[in-house]
């Protein structure tokens, strides 16, 4: 599978992050303050809440329900650090992000 196409950048501003869904699969895209986009799983790796409902300061999304926190740029847990976010790769050309599924699969602990 090739790059697939997930929205345009001007549909998502800086500091902002949506949910979208690539082929089946829910995808995080996230907007940094300083201008990165990533792409990470929807999902929180502890009870599968939508990551999109959560609270995103800087580069740090902090997950509503129980409020772990992550660095959106690395995947890695910031709280606690045993967990992490499935990272997809992304690329943007002119106004559109594009994000690759293939061979990535959502992180879970559930612990
Ligand atoms: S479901 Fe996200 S911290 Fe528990």
């Known amino acids: ?16 992050m949506q949910v979208i869904e690539i082929n089946g699969t829910e995808v995080l895209l996230v907007h940094t303050d300083e ?20 609270d995103l300061k800087g580069n740090t999304l902090t997950c ?12 890695k847990g910031l709280n606690p650090t045993h967990a992490e976010l499935a990272i997809y790769p992304i690329k943007v050309e002119g106004d559109v992000v594009y994000v690759e599924l293939e061979g990535v699969e959502p992180k879970y602990a559930h612990s």
């Not at 929807?42 to 999109?52: I, K």
């Open 64 to 75: 509503r329900q129980h409020l772990w926190q992550f660095d959106v740029t690395t995947g």
């Open 35 to 54: 201008g990165q986009v990533v792409a990470t799983q929807a999902v929180c790796p502890h009870q599968e809440v939508c990551l999109g409902d959560g």
């Open 1 to 16: 599978m090739a790059f697939q196409r997930a929205c345009a950048l001007d549909d998502l501003w800086q500091g902002e």
